[in-house]
């Protein structure tokens, strides 16, 4: 299930409207090398343990649960190997 949030409006720092996430790292600035590591489900509480890449309208969830809504999404650069919260990248 992939997933996306509420799109931000269109501006030159945000040129795809539909984006939710940068995909530059934070950290080292090295683009598209961010993978999603570690979330917890919403509703179960459940800690998973991932490897989803981070793209910009999200990142896909393997779960059984019909909804799998996240919290606590900790994301890993693949370039610098640095760990950060999701909300670093959130636009």
């Not at 179960?44 to 309208?57: E, F, I, N, V």
């Not at 779960?63 to 994301?75: C, L």
Request: aromatic share 4%; net charge positive; charged share 25%.
């Amino acid at each position: 299930m992939k997933r996306t949030d509420t799109a931000k409006p269109n501006s030159a720092a945000n040129p795809n409207p539909f984006a939710s996430f940068r995909t530059a790292c934070p950290h080292c600035g090295v683009d598209g090398k961010l993978i999603v590591v570690e979330a917890v489900l919403s509703v179960t509480g459940k800690k998973l343990h991932m490897r989803s890449p981070l793209s910009a309208d999200g990142f896909e969830v393997s779960t059984n649960s019909r909804d799998a809504s996240t919290d606590e999404e900790v994301v890993r650069c693949g370039a610098c190997g640095k760990r950060f919260s999701l909300s670093e990248v959130t636009l």
